[in-house]
């Protein structure tokens, strides 16, 4: 059964960090993309970042470029979201899902999303 589960949200004040975490399982990791996306209330959900597992190449909106890190471990099929320097519109539920698509950023070309962690980055 293919899985993605996040792990990691909570409250932070701003400037503060946070690292969030998406356990993978039930698929072939080495072939695909993984991505962070992040949904506030009322807004659409939108691309964060991504590491390709192959190689550990990684890319990102530019609202958050310089601020968050995206890794992976291997032993344990998880990747990490380290996101420093935190803002209040940083607030959102955030997402992992896995892409074969070449360094995507769109919503509707992933196609395994996990359930989502809440950040709320408030003083």
């Known amino acids: 059964q293919v899985q993605l589960v996040e792990s990691g949200g909570g409250l932070v004040q701003p400037g503060g960090s946070l690292r969030l975490s998406c356990a993978a399982s039930?698929?072939?990791?080495?072939?695909?993309?993984m991505g962070w996306f992040r949904q506030a209330p009322g807004k659409e959900r939108e691309f964060v970042g991504a590491?390709?597992?192959?190689?550990?190449?990684?890319y990102y909106a530019d609202s958050v470029k310089g601020r968050f890190i995206i890794s992976r471990d291997n032993a344990k099929n998880t990747v990490y979201l380290q996101m420093n320097s935190l803002k209040t519109e940083d607030t959102a539920v955030y997402y992992c899902?896995?892409?074969?698509?070449?360094?995507?950023?769109?919503?509707?070309?992933?196609?395994?999303w996990g359930q989502g962690t809440q950040v709320t980055v408030s003083s």
């Open positions: 899902a896995r892409t074969l698509f070449y360094k995507s950023q769109r919503v509707d070309e992933y196609d395994v």
């Open positions: 039930g698929f072939t990791f080495s072939n695909y993309y």
């Open positions: 590491i390709r597992w192959r190689d550990d190449s990684t």
